[in-house]
């Protein structure tokens, strides 16, 4: 028989991991503040776009093993494990914003200690980014304080960060790099009470911090490999040397442990994860007195990567255009617009006097949900007068087609002698 597992924050990363428990067979209520997030999760649909999601979670809704509320407090004596996956973006310093996570650290205390005992403790297991020592001086002394005693009769912790990207994220919940439990004594919560059974993946059960940092070595990692090879990318071009034809050889190396992720020549990095948990390690490393040149200028190199390519367009196709960008969400097999370079782009395009329709096969303006929404608003004119859903229409006129990111099929459907210039592999031919 499946766990009894309760869900804080049904944003990318609470929905999908709902939606692959509901696959395992557990029993799942989804919370959060936001009523449209507890409609759809209550009558099986996904709030997110995510491959695979919105399938396993009308199944589970059929079965009868989803719910969802924005009140957590009456389901706790029912529930085996809850899964606190709140965001927690960045602040203007470059810090997390770490007000939700606190608030339902409260709400769980304020619960916990009306909770009817039931012989087991609650399993609180906190998946949202945060800098390292939150769980120790943070988490801890909130729950020990409104419970009114510390983990381990009532209620345990443990700190598991998630490693799902976007647009792949059930297939990366199955097939993980790693999994990481952060637990205050080693294996205390028993491999997560056997969520994990089954999936083949280097297992890590380490202290709170050990844990807490690897998210942010991790993402500072991914986001330096970028950055670098975009800078090698522009140096190649510049001297009309094929910058993948570089990138193939410099991949071909594998011995000292250079994966080829992130660090083929293309756009700018973006997205919800490695702009914030980049600035929020170099935070980390401000606090310390600590120059950090490299980390620092890597989001410094995005910038003027993104400046280059805006240079190079301008190059290809003067002002005013027409111009068609392909995409406008930070990847494909997303809609999330959270600190897309595409979006930018749209913005310095237009701000240059350029005219602009946008194609994005991944955005449905009307299915924008919670922060994404809020984004969307920010950025009303480009999503209202400059999105197009007709591609043919809108490349009719066009001088210059920009890929901004893969979308199957969408260069056989542009008109023949159409130049592209593909911000991907920063290369530069016809459709």
Known sequence: MGLAIGILGLGYVGTTTAACLLK?????VG?????????AIGEGRSPVVEPGV???????????RLSSTADIGPHLDRLDMVLICVGTPSRADGKLEMTHLLEVTRQLGRGLRERAPTGKPLLLVYRSTMPPGTMERLVLPTLAKLVGEGPGRRYEVAFNPE????????????????????????GITRRLLGIYDGIEAPLFEVPF????????????FHALKVAFGNEIGRICASRDIDPQAVADIFLADTKLNISPVYLRPGGPFGGSCLPKDLSAMLALARESGLAVPVLAGAKESNGLHLAWIAQRIRELAPPPGPVLLLGLSFKSGTDDLRNSPLLDLASLLLDTGYRLDVYDPDLDPDRLVGVNFAV?????EILLAHLRQDLERAADGARLAVLGKPIPGVRERLPAGLPVFDITRLRHGDG
Not at 164 to 186: F, N, Q
Request: glycine share 6%.
């Open 163 to 186: 490693f799902l990207r976007e647009s792949t994220a059930v297939e990366d919940y199955y097939a993980p790099p790693k999994i990481v439990i952060g637990e205050r004594e080693k």
């Open 31 to 39: 919370v959060d503040v936001n009523p449209e997030k507890v409609a």
């Open 209 to 220: 911090a050990v844990a807490e940092m690897v998210k942010f070595v991790d993402n500072s």
């Open 54 to 64: 919105a399938e396993l979670l009308a199944a589970g809704a059929r079965e009868g």
């Open 376 to 380: 969307a608003l920010e950025h009303q």
């Open 24 to 28: 395992d067979g557990h029993r799942v």
